[in-house]
Every structure is written in structure tokens, then in C-alpha cells.
């Protein structure tokens, strides 16, 4: 299991796997190989534990992805919530069960960014939804490859 207290080696070439995790929805995202652009990439619909983590292990072999970027739903204090904790454990398994290295990134405002990008572009409530989970996906991931400090703590968005 990967152990997030002590930041393992982390690849700065290859794609990475960023996630948006939620209890009924996943947002997912990916970048390029040089880790300069990410793109939403789908939202996943959670079915059972052992489906979902069957499914993404199979997409992270798929797209030969190299690292795991976990969105960390931190309070706007810095604390971790019960939220936090399902997300750790969840990108913990699944970085076990794929063999990769994982970040966990501070995930606040990523949804509020999707939902202000997608209200702009005029969709409806519908198409919003649609997009809003893997489109939080990418900005988190594009806020971790643009840190300079990947091993600290989760960055604020």
C-alpha cells in the first residue's frame, strides 16, 4: 500500500490519472505524457467497490498512465472530514491495486471553477451536470502538474 505520509517518487514524464472522487460519481481526467495539459476524460458512475475499482484499474492500463492525482475534499479550514478520509482510502486501493505512486491534491473550488466555466458557456442544468465531476477532474489535475511542489502538502486551488 502506498504510504501518503511519506511522499514516494513521483514520475515528472508520463500520463497521469487525475480523480474527482465522489460516493455516487467520479470525475476523471488525464495529461499528456509531459504533463503540461490535462483533458476531462470521462464521469464514471459508481456501481459497487469491486466494479469500480476493476473499471479503473483497467483505465489507468488503458491510457498506460504512470501517477494518481486524488482530489482531497479538505475543509476550508485545511482539515480533513470524513469526506477526506474516503477519498485517501479509496486512492490508497486503488494505488495499491494498480502498483502506481499517488498525490492527493486540495480539491476546494474545483467544482465551483467547473460549475462558473460550464454556466458561462451556456449549457443547461442537464449538460452541466454531465460535465461538471471530470471537468473538476481536469482542474484539479492541471493545478497539480502547474505546482511547483508536488510532495507537500495538498495545495489549495
Not at 474527482?20 to 459508481?46: H, K, M
Not at 460535465?131 to 486551488?157: C, E, N, T
Request: charged residues 30%.
Amino acid at each position: 500500500m502506498t504510504d501518503s505520509s511519506e511522499p514516494t517518487e513521483f514520475p515528472a514524464f508520463g500520463r497521469l490519472l487525475g480523480l474527482d472522487f465522489g460516493t455516487r460519481r467520479i470525475g476523471i481526467a488525464v495529461c499528456n505524457d509531459e504533463q503540461t495539459i490535462s483533458s476531462p476524460l470521462e464521469n464514471y458512475t459508481r456501481r459497487s467497490e469491486q466494479t469500480d475499482f476493476a473499471d479503473l484499474v483497467s483505465l489507468a492500463r488503458e491510457y498506460s498512465v504512470k501517477g494518481l492525482v486524488v482530489g482531497l475534499p479538505v475543509h476550508m479550514s485545511g482539515d480533513e472530514g470524513q469526506q477526506a478520509k474516503q477519498a485517501r482510502a479509496f486512492g490508497e486501493k486503488l494505488a495499491e491495486l494498480t502498483r502506481l505512486p499517488i498525490r492527493f491534491w486540495d480539491e476546494r473550488y474545483s467544482s465551483v471553477q467547473a460549475d462558473a466555466f460550464l454556466h458561462s458557456a451556456q449549457l443547461t442544468r442537464n449538460q452541466r451536470k454531465a460535465r461538471r465531476d471530470k471537468l473538476a477532474a481536469q482542474i484539479i489535475l492541471q493545478s497539480f502538474i502547474d505546482a511547483a511542489d508536488r510532495d507537500g502538502k495538498p495545495r489549495q486551488l
